[in-house]
């Protein structure tokens, strides 16, 4: 239950910032947001030493039990590692922020009510099990994402950052939704777990590959993959602490815990290892080759994490492999799913703190443009050392924790060459060589991003700032993501024992039934040199070779057609195929006439009731118990009629009002003859009323005029009315002749005395049978009262003054 | 009866139907005022006009009519007339604002469209 | 404008008190015979209209001192409270009781917290009315 509510704690704390915003100025907002998640991080370090024996802890509320929808709180080391994840950069990232977020300057309470929900949403999608609240949960994500990237809303850039990445994410959202949904038909359940132990049978359903290409549709988009990538870039104009909580360390991880969670689901399938891998590694490349072409520093970042993205990705793939081989505990096949928790851990500290560095640099030198940047070594030393550091284990090189992964990646890589189902053996060739070119270009943008920003001639007085070491606060939170950059480097098989391997046992449940049973040790130096070593050792040759005539082939990247870009593809789809043309479309008949607007929809009610009436087969004629027409019925009717046509043809609106006086008396004298007294009680009285009603503010209304209205109009308007005359009529007579069910009246009439002691049926089903309805009525008539009251005393003068 | 009932609505609706889509503001009002008047009255005709005595419990009466659509009309009739009075606010107060009761004019100025 | 309406101020006065009793009749009566809260309120309304018609509104104010938008609300909240009771007793929302006392003068009578309901959409009833034809006559 606790556990449960844990992840909406962030939830209520963001009901209480604004009041600390506003009441208490003078501390930084940052240190009341503080608490969450250095509160969270304690917590869930709490379920560590369970969960790293491969048991799971889970807890359960439900929410709408009828449909089988719950919230779960289900942690086993795949989402026991993310919630730590995110709880414990959450801390960092709002400590760093508290230094880059100017407490008078900014709106804090917004910045930060964004990211507790987007906090509480993350936690939410790592430790639902079921589907639904997944969904629910990964939707807030693209919501306050998209908040968070337009927090500084006077920008056009941020908008429009902000509105992309919205597009693409809640769109995934959208196609994960309903891969969901085809999977809960086939399992008939919302939970994963239910749906990982009938696997195999789902596998033959004949759904069950539009169930995997939707749902990978929804990981790609969050993950930032080919060709989905492109909001990611544009999301750099959120701010710094942004990119580097949501941007790089947790949210763009959601797919890969999506595919993480759902390799054991779809493991079996061809069609998943091949787009998983496929596009991780194309991913990989892309990310990295482009990566060169940025000059915003954050740019340069954003395209490194999309690579890297790519490369967990492409890693979890491989990965998938192992339940198509016998023994896949013997084999390397194993690497590749370790490989990708590893690197995904790796990748947030590295990642975390050259974001946060790349903040500094744009808060200090007040630009992220690296063309004007260099030489900030002697200027700014703590930030450079974090950043090489982060670089360089970004680029793979020992000893930072980076090279440690990238090792066991080359290594999952090459093992898809000793795989000989579905083609690999033929075309899985490809795949280290792509791999080892996208290495490559990594090694290169590291280098690029710390180098050029930290060496050579800077131009440090055409700076828009003065320059200086960013304050002690600030360089708390990289420094200590550096630490652990160097730190898991040291002990990678402490870090593997107490959360990689309890995490691969989630990702690869059929392999291992306890965590002691993945045989994988983690070393530097494997006693010999092996392939990998002599791929690094030509990736850092060949990338340092690249890297140094860097300015020489740059110039190639203008050599790419500029029209030709994903982003102009997405420009013509939202702004020219829905904006323009769709809004020409609609402009059709969207002329903004309400009236007409209405005879669209009544004629098409109309129209559709009473074609359903004949297609069905449901129109009846049947009047064998019809009371006999009576003489003064006839009368009554005539009056009613020639009411009506006055109310229709009145010149003036004294006439139109007594006509309509005289139809609502005429309806009442029709309740007493079908033995309605106490409605035929109510019209009168209200009739009374209403005409008193109408005459009042009769000076008030204009006078009636003769309508000038176009043939064509006037026309469809009589048309329009005769089908929903002829509709009604045909209705009735339906109605009245096919009596289906029993009326529930019968019922009524036998307990009126005995259960509700009344005698007046109407009156007892007014206040007690359907009491409800009573109830919700005098609320209606309330709010037309308040709302007439308020119309006429509440309103402005002229000049704006409250009258 | 019923018969002639289920059309006597249907002439009401198209009444109703035919003042709504006028560009005055009282037509529409008083066409909402005759739609209410319709559909009470369908109400009434979809159930059945059988039975011969108003549904309240006296001694010897069995045969009561169907005291359902009664109770549905009542709380009808009630709501309509709170909604009529809306109406009937809104159509002046606007009418005093932009000092017309033409639907087409109303449809807002220049500058916020 | 100032109109010698001598007779039609002496008939309202005498019939106001009448229509407001059989008001008060037929909410009362309402239960078991046709009545009840709606048409009570309705009748009630329409006799204070009586008022205002025969004399004006700022008399009938001074008459009768009642804010109406107040008497709105006390009826929600009496409507809203009489369904609640029954959840103090672990009942479902809206479950009526109801008994028959043996009470002196009236002799067998049925006390019925529908009836409270019942006053609560009549207090509403009068009240919206009212502030309807209110608002509208004041403004100018």
Request: proline share 3%; aromatic share 14%.
């Amino acid at each position: 239950m606790f556990q449960v509510l844990c992840i909406f704690i962030p939830l209520l704390a963001a009901l209480f910032m604004p009041f600390f915003f506003k009441k208490v100025s003078t501390i930084h907002t940052g240190w009341f947001v503080l608490v969450v998640p250095i509160f969270l991080v304690s917590y869930y370090a709490l379920f560590i030493p369970t969960v790293s024996k491969g048991d799971s802890v889970i807890a359960q509320l439900d929410w709408i039990p009828s449909l089988g929808i719950s919230f779960v709180s289900y942690l086993d080391g795949l989402s026991l590692l993310f919630s730590l994840l995110i709880s414990g950069i959450g801390a960092l990232v709002v400590l760093y922020s508290i230094f880059y977020l100017d407490r008078t300057k900014e709106q804090l309470h917004n910045f930060y009510i964004y990211l507790l929900m987007f906090m509480c949403a993350m936690l939410g999608v790592v430790q639902s099990d079921n589907m639904m609240t997944l969904y629910l949960f990964w939707e807030l994500t693209s919501i306050s994402s998209f908040l968070l990237i337009g927090y500084w809303n006077n920008r056009d850039k941020s908008r429009f950052g902000a509105l992309k990445s919205m597009m693409i994410t809640v769109a995934g959202g959208m196609m994960m939704l309903g891969g969901f949904v085809l999977l809960s038909i086939m399992g008939d359940t919302f939970s994963i777990r239910e749906l990982i132990s009938q696997a195999p049978e789902l596998s033959t359903n004949d759904l069950f590959v539009v169930a995997l290409v939707l749902i990978l549709l929804g990981a790609f988009t969050k993950s930032a993959q080919f060709p989905f990538y492109i909001w990611l870039p544009d999301a750099m104009e959120a701010p710094t602490p942004v990119s580097a909580y949501l941007h790089s360390a947790t949210m763009v991880k959601a797919g890969l815990y999506l595919v993480a969670r759902f390799t054991p689901i779809f493991a079996v399938s061809e069609i998943w290892i091949w787009l998983v891998t496929g596009i991780g590694l194309l991913t990989l490349f892309w990310g990295s080759f482009f990566a060169l072409k940025q000059r915003d520093l954050k740019g340069i970042l954003a395209f490194s994490t999309v690579s890297q993205l790519g490369l967990i990705m492409s890693l979890l793939g491989v990965g998938a492999i192992a339940f198509h081989v016998d023994g896949a505990q013997e084999t390397i096949f194993k690497y590749a799913a370790f490989a990708a928790i590893f690197h995904l851990i790796n990748h947030a500290t590295f990642k975390g703190s050259l974001f946060m560095i790349a903040g500094i640099v744009d808060h200090e030198t007040g630009t992220r443009d690296i063309r004007k940047l260099g030489g900030l070594m002697s200027i700014m030393p703590v930030s450079f050392t974090v950043a090489l550091i982060g670089s360089f284990s970004m680029a793979g090189l020992p000893p930072f924790n980076g090279f440690l992964s990238k090792e066991m990646f080359l290594t999952a890589v090459l093992s898809i060459t000793e795989f000989d189902l579905f083609n690999f053996s033929t075309w899985g060739v490809l795949f280290p060589i792509i791999a080892w070119i996208a290495s490559v270009f990594t090694f290169i943008y590291s280098f690029y991003f710390v180098f050029h920003t930290f060496t050579g001639k800077g131009k440090i007085d055409q700076l828009p700032h003065k320059p200086h070491e960013a304050p002690m606060g600030m360089l708390v939170s990289p420094v200590i993501l550096a630490g652990l950059v160097v730190a898991l480097f040291f002990i990678p098989n402490m870090i593997a024992d107490t959360f990689i391997k309890p995490a691969v046992m989630a990702v690869q449940p059929f392999l291992y039934s306890s965590p002691d049973q993945i045989d994988i040790h983690v070393a530097a130096w494997h006693g010999h040199i092996t392939t990998e070593l002599k791929m690094t050792a030509g990736i850092i040759v060949l990338g340092l070779a690249l890297f140094l005539t860097l300015s020489r082939w740059q110039k190639i990247y203008s050599l790419f057609p500029s029209k030709l870009t994903l982003n102009n593809l997405y420009d013509f789809i939202i702004y020219d195929l829905f904006d323009r043309w769709a809004g020409r479309l609609s402009g059709l008949y969207m002329t903004g006439s309400i009236r007409r607007y209405l005879s669209y929809m009544l004629g098409s009610i109309s129209i559709i009731v009473i074609a359903t009436l004949f297609m069905q087969d449901a129109f009846r004629m049947n009047f064998d118990g019809a009371s006999p027409i009576r003489i003064y019925q006839v009368i009554l009717i005539i009056v009613l009629v020639i009411g009506t046509i006055t109310t229709v043809f009145a010149k003036s609106r004294i006439t139109s009002i007594v006509a309509l006086g005289l139809v609502g008396y005429t309806v009442s004298l029709f309740f007493i003859m079908f033995n309605a007294p106490d409605l035929a009680l109510t019209q009168l009285v209200i009739e009374t009323i209403s005409v008193a009603l109408f005459l009042l503010a009769f000076y008030h209304l204009p006078k009636l005029k003769k309508e000038k209205e176009r043939t064509q109009f006037r026309f469809g308007r009589a048309f329009v009315s005769i089908a929903v005359g002829a509709m009604v009529t045909l209705v009735a007579l339906s109605a009245h002749s096919q009596k289906l069910i029993p009326s529930i009246s019968e019922y009524y009439k036998e307990t009126v005395y005995s259960l509700a002691g009344g005698g007046n049926i109407v009156n007892v089903i007014l206040v007690d049978y359907r009491g409800f309805d009573t109830l919700f009525e005098i609320a209606v008539l309330s709010i037309a009262g308040i709302a007439i009251f308020g119309m006429i005393k509440l309103r402005l003068s002229k000049k704006g003054e409250k009258l | 009866m019923e018969i002639v009932m289920a059309f006597v609505c249907g002439f009401l609706f198209m009444a109703a139907i035919y003042l709504i889509l006028s560009r005055s503001l009282l037509r529409i009002i008083i066409g909402t005022g005759l739609l209410s008047h319709g559909a009470h009255l369908l109400i009434l005709t979809m159930g059945s006009f059988k039975g011969s005595a108003p549904p309240v419990l006296s001694d010897g009466v069995t045969d009561f009519v169907d005291p359902l659509p009664q109770a549905l009309i009542l709380t009808a009739i009630v709501i309509s007339f709170g909604v009529t009075a809306f109406i009937l606010v809104l159509a002046y107060r606007a009418y005093h604002e932009l000092k017309t009761d033409d639907m087409t004019l109303m449809k807002g100025s220049e500058d916020n469209e | 404008m100032k109109t010698n309406d001598v007779i039609i101020q002496f008939t309202a006065k005498i019939v106001f008190f009448m229509i407001f009793f059989y008001a008060v009749h037929i909410f009362f009566a309402g239960h078991y015979t046709p009545g009840g809260g709606f048409v009570g309120g309705l009748v009630t309304a329409s006799a204070i209209v009586l008022l205002i018609v025969a004399f004006d509104l700022k008399t009938v104010q001074t008459i009768l001192p009642i804010n109406y938008i107040y008497m709105v609300a006390i009826g929600l909240i009496l409507a809203l409270g009489t369904a609640a009771i029954s959840m103090f007793t672990g009942k479902p929302f809206f479950t009526h009781f109801f008994d028959y006392f043996n009470l002196p003068i009236l002799g067998k009578t049925s006390l019925h917290t529908a009836a409270l309901f019942d006053l609560g959409v009549y207090l509403v009833v009068v009240g919206v009315t009212m502030t309807i034809i209110q608002t509208i006559g004041e403004d100018e």
